[in-house]
Structures are given as C-alpha cells and as structure tokens.
C-alpha cells in the first residue's frame, strides 16, 4: 500500500507570493491532519480535514488555509507568503476522526520564502 | 493544558547498546493516545510505536517498546540494539479524545540521537 505522498517536495517562493501544497493520503484514510515545522517552534497543527470538511484549526493566521477533495486528496494554500513561513510541511493521514488510531506522516514540502 | 515534555535535547548511545528517550506528558482528557515518530535528516516522519491510554500492556514493535507509566504520566522510548541508522531525531506525540475526535498531535521538542559505532 503506497504512503502519504506530498507534492513538491520542494519549493522556494519570494515574500508576498502565495503557495499551494498538496496531500494524497493513504488509500482508505479520510483524515488529513496538516502540520508545520520550524526549528525555532518545532512541530505544530494546522488544520485537519474529514470528509471535506475542516474539523479543527491550530493557530495560525488567516493567510493559511486548506481544502479536501472527494478522494480525500487535501491541499494548503499559503497567501501573502512571509519569510517566517519558511518551514517544513508535513500532511498526515489516519483512517478515521476520532478515537485512538495511528497517523502516519508523508515526507513533507520544504518551503523556503526569499 | 495539554503538554508534552522531553527533557533530553541529545543523546548518545554506542551501536548495539539500548537507549530510553525520556517523554512526559500533561493531559485532563482520560481517553488519549500517545505517538512515538523519528525523523531522520531527510524529514520524513517516521511512525514508531502507539500506546492507547486504556491499554493494560506496553507496547512493543520490534524493537520500539513503550515504557508506560499512567500515574507519573511518561511514556518513555526504549530503543534496544541500537543501529547506526537509528540515528535521528525523536519525536513524542499526544491525542486526546476530545468530544469530536479530533486528529490533533501535539508534539513535544523532540530529543536528537546519535548512535556511535
């Protein structure tokens, strides 16, 4: 069974610009959980969706934002790019919301702002 | 508040020697699930190893086993035979089973292990 896939894997974009980053979670997963990771704040939550709905928000300002499709496929999008938004995206499937069940994470986008 | 601590930024263990990375956490929330992941440099997270709140047994994969102590809330990492290519960093994860059910992790600051041959 394939992983969580991320797409790009890289990307560099310069301040003021906006971004989209896409998921593809793992087949039968109907979560997707966004997280971003830098070294000064480590590992935070984004958002998460079910079935195409947003169930849930860290916080983050409004220029985050995220959608997911009818296959679960989930993207964010990133507006008005700051240099602070420098970081590590991960996305992270589970098969379910709710209760106690495994996420699994994909090998993330390297956003860098210039 | 929830909260996950690890007190040890860095580790070092010589190849084949067991190791424990130290995780506590702070929860209200009876029902939670607590995460184990590496990430290696090229920053995929790996996941490790699960234990459910309400499970009586500690648990194990391979050689991954979660030392779970509920009263003293920690969830210590025990890595047995380490391997060079254990070095990473490590990452403890808590969920609550919040009203709703959430798939939110909160992480903490991660501990970095270095295997020495």
């Known amino acids: 069974k394939a992983g969580v896939t991320q797409t790009p894997r890289y990307l560099i974009k310069t301040r003021g610009q906006q971004v989209t980053l896409s998921c593809s979670p793992i087949s039968g997963h109907r979560s997707v959980s966004w997280y971003q990771q830098t070294p000064g704040q480590g590992l935070q939550f984004l958002f998460e969706y079910f079935s195409e709905t947003q169930r849930n928000k860290g916080n983050f300002p409004g220029r985050f934002s995220g959608r997911q499709f009818s296959n679960s496929r989930s993207e964010m999008n990133v507006s008005t790019l700051e240099l602070g938004d420098s970081a590590l995206y991960l996305c992270a499937s589970s098969l379910v919301a709710g209760g106690i069940y495994e996420q699994y994470f994909g090998p993330g986008t390297r956003l860098t702002v210039t | 508040a929830q909260k996950i601590t690890q007190t040890q930024p860095g580790m070092f263990v010589q190849e084949k020697e067991a190791v424990t990375l130290d995780c506590t956490y702070d929860t209200s929330d009876p029902s939670y699930g607590l995460f184990w992941y590496k990430q290696p440099s090229s920053g995929e997270m790996i996941f490790l190893i699960y234990?459910?709140?309400?499970?009586?047994q500690n648990a194990t994969e391979g050689r991954y086993s979660l030392n779970f102590q509920k009263a003293r809330k920690s969830a210590n990492l025990v890595i047995s035979a380490s391997q060079l290519g254990d070095s990473a960093m490590y990452f403890c994860?808590?969920?609550?089973?919040?009203?709703?059910?959430?798939?939110?992790?909160?992480f903490g600051a991660g501990t970095r292990l270095a295997v020495h041959p």
């Open positions: 234990q459910g709140s309400y499970d009586q």
């Open positions: 994860a808590m969920r609550e089973a919040i009203s709703g059910g959430y798939n939110k992790l909160i």
